[in-house]
């Protein structure tokens, strides 16, 4: 089961959002990872941005009681209409627990994708199986939207932020998902990197030899090296991709030897 364990702790537009140093917003504490998806169910129906999610009755209660409205281009669908304040109420209703698994992850993502667009959401039955037959749509509105990235940042923000890379196999395994069908996720995984770094590069300068930032970039290629081999090079890409981005929010004034050496050979 995908875990996840509460600690302390998109975009108006989604190309701002994800370019600066990113700070959780949600009022709440952000989550973090233990662990991969293993059961029958998650395999199944929790694959990011295809348009549906899966929820637990009281979540499912959550995004659908809400008053629906027809839709005009089609009749027979009758799509909920959730805002921002809606939103923060699912969220504090996922995190009661302490833990998220992979089918609230999956909720979350497809919630927060920039772009209206209506999801296909299953309830879980008392089997914890989807009943198929609650399928309901659900748009999914700016508020929403907005709200709900900003605790992925935060949850994958808490990752790059645990003691001695602890949190650097969730990050390397979610970088190693397929670009095309995860860019959007791959990107807020980069933006939490990039605020992880941003804090260390102000705290570093020539005086000090760089060494918040140049330890930090150390710290974790080391750590790439203790993944399976197979996920080396995109642990190595991730860890280069959000420290070019930390260089380029500074107007390339972090020096190139401090992390170019990361960069993947063409």
């Not at 600690?7 to 959780?24: D, H, M, R, V």
């Not at 395999?43 to 637990?56: E, G, N, T």
């Not at 090079?233 to 260089?247: E, I, M, S």
């Amino acid at each position: 089961m995908f875990r996840l364990t509460l600690t302390s702790g998109a975009a108006i537009a989604a190309s701002f959002f994800l370019c600066q140093p990113l700070i959780a917003q949600t009022g709440g504490t952000p989550a973090t990872v233990e662990g991969l998806p293993a059961t029958e169910w998650e395999a199944a129906y929790a694959r990011p941005l295809d348009d549906a999610a899966v929820a637990s009755p009281e979540i499912f209660r959550l995004l659908t009681e809400w008053a629906p409205v027809k839709d005009p281009k089609n009749p027979g669908l009758y799509r909920k209409y959730v805002g921002e304040d809606e939103a923060k109420l699912v969220i504090r209703h996922l995190r009661r627990d302490g833990k998220l698994d992979a089918g609230e992850i999956d909720l979350l993502e497809e919630f927060a994708f920039p772009k209206d667009r209506v999801i296909q959401l299953t309830r879980l039955g008392a089997d914890g199986k989807p009943d198929k037959a609650s399928k309901t749509a659900v748009t999914t509105p700016p508020g929403m939207m907005q709200s709900f990235a900003r605790e992925l940042v935060a949850m994958w923000q808490s990752e790059w932020e645990k003691p001695d890379a602890a949190g650097w196999p969730t990050l390397a395994g979610i970088y190693a998902r397929d670009p095309k069908k995860a860019e959007l996720l791959h990107k807020r995984v980069r933006a939490a990197g990039q605020a992880m770094l941003t804090a260390k590069w102000q705290s570093s300068n020539a005086g000090n030899r760089w060494v918040p930032f140049r330890d930090t970039i150390r710290l974790y290629s080391d750590a790439t090296l203790k993944l399976p081999q197979p996920q080396w090079p995109r642990g190595k890409q991730l860890l280069y991709d959000a420290a070019a981005d930390t260089d380029r929010h500074y107007g390339d004034a972090i020096q190139d030897f401090l992390y170019n050496w990361l960069k993947p050979a063409p």
